[in-house]
């Protein structure tokens, strides 16, 4: 019987792998840990009291929020009932229930600053790290700016009934009234909303764009190349020279991107 000859080298190292990966458990960086590690808000002497002590004053709140997405979040691990629900948002709540509540007595309001929202939202988290977003990580905005945390859909204002839109496009129109407003040529991209084109957490593209250039336009305006011509159709028309000259807005042809209103092709 014939055996294959194992180069030293070779041999040593894969017996240094063996044991290095039997020191570890025989487990791999994404089998060690199944989920991020979720740190509660800190409120120093506090307790949890769990949802039924904050029905007593935040009725309406209470009322709708077991229809809100955030009503899911559930630690199955909790030791206590509070970890659960308002309290693992607002931190333990038995001091603040004590002072008889108050605003901001014992308790976190993360109305004032993303860092409870981003504990969950981590994929929410690096887009503000991104070259273009909007500015929540600057204290300029805040998540309840564009969501209500408490409500039914997510990304309606918190003046609104819950946490998506009233209705489209409200919550960019709150800030981008020029973009936003009615139109005699409307782009059709407004009906499915902002977020077909724009990322409104951050973007390596400029102004938060979810593709550069002319990719993003091609998404929706399907093109045709004709065997031989070598040129590219969109809308019947040739648009291959005018491709090369840059994106469909950046050549200066198609500038105004979110409506015109005196041409259809929204080209001023």
């Known amino acids: 019987m014939r055996f294959l000859k194992l180069n030293p080298l070779w041999g040593g190292l894969c017996v240094a792998s063996l044991v290095v990966w039997a020191g570890f458990g025989g487990t791999s960086c994404g089998t060690v840990h199944q989920r991020a590690v979720v740190r509660l808000p800190q409120i120093e002497g506090a307790a949890f009291v769990g949802n039924a002590a904050c029905s007593d004053c935040h009725t309406n709140t209470v009322d709708t929020f077991p229809a809100s997405p955030h009503a899911r979040f559930h630690l199955a691990e909790a030791n206590h009932s509070g970890e659960s629900g308002c309290e693992s948002c607002h931190g333990a709540g038995s001091l603040h229930v004590k002072a008889g509540g108050g605003k901001g007595v ?3 309001n993360p109305g004032r600053g ?6 969950c939202h981590l994929e929410i988290h ?5 070259p273009n977003h909007h500015p929540v990580m600057e204290d300029q905005l805040n998540c309840v700016d564009c969501h209500d945390p408490h409500g039914r859909d997510i990304f309606k204002p918190s003046s609104s009934s819950g946490l998506a839109f009233a209705r489209l496009n409200q919550n960019c129109s709150e800030c981008h009234q020029e973009q936003a407003r009615n139109f005699v040529f409307e782009h059709e991209a407004m009906r499915e909303g902002c977020t077909e084109c724009h990322d409104p957490h951050g973007s390596v593209n400029p102004k938060m764009l979810v593709q550069r250039d002319s990719n993003l336009c091609l998404k929706c305006h399907a093109q045709t190349q004709f065997a031989g011509s070598g040129d590219i ?3 019947k028309e040739p648009h291959g020279f005018n491709m090369q000259a840059g994106g469909c807005w950046t050549a200066g042809c198609h500038t105004q991107v979110h409506g015109s209103m005196v041409d259809p092709k929204l080209r001023f």
């Open 126 to 130: 690096a887009k503000f790290s991104l």
């Open 114 to 119: 993303p860092d409870s929202c981003l504990e």
């Open 233 to 235: 159709f969109i809308g």
């Open 106 to 108: 014992f308790i976190h």
